[in-house]
């Protein structure tokens, strides 16, 4: 089994930063990605980020290139999701999640998640 914890996020202002953090712990060898996936109210779980194993290949939705950055740290077993630039339509609960395929798109592939931070951005 593997178990994973979340931390930050939180509120911030248009133009503002966050980060989010997510911890790994047990059966972690068997990771191919870990990913960042949102919610908003009455929408589909939506893909944000994602790394691979070996932290050298990122993937991230278009509507966040340019403003968010994922980078990992493999002693701490840690994936960070940088945020910058937010705006109000970055409101939403943030969840990170590890899948063992090789398909870092889709929510439905992913079999550990974590447990939900809300990230709010105000106008």
């Known amino acids: 089994q593997l178990q994973l914890v979340q931390s930050g996020g939180g509120l911030a202002q248009d133009g503002g930063s966050l980060t989010l953090s997510c911890a790994a712990s047990?059966?972690?060898?068997?990771?191919?990605?870990t990913g960042w996936f949102r919610q908003s109210p009455g929408k589909e779980r939506e893909f944000v980020a994602a790394i691979n194993w070996s932290l050298d290949t990122t993937y991230l939705a278009d509507s966040v290139k340019g403003r968010f950055t994922i980078s990992g740290n493999d002693a701490e077993n840690t994936v960070d999701l940088q945020m910058n630039g937010l705006k109000p339509d970055d409101t939403a609960v943030y969840y990170c999640?590890?899948?063992?395929?090789?398909?870092?798109?889709?929510?439905?592939?992913?079999?550990?998640w974590g447990q939900g931070t809300q990230v709010t951005v105000s106008p």
């Open positions: 047990g059966s972690t060898s068997r990771r191919r990605f």
């Open positions: 999640a590890v899948t063992t395929t090789f398909k870092p798109f889709d929510p439905n592939r992913y079999e550990y």
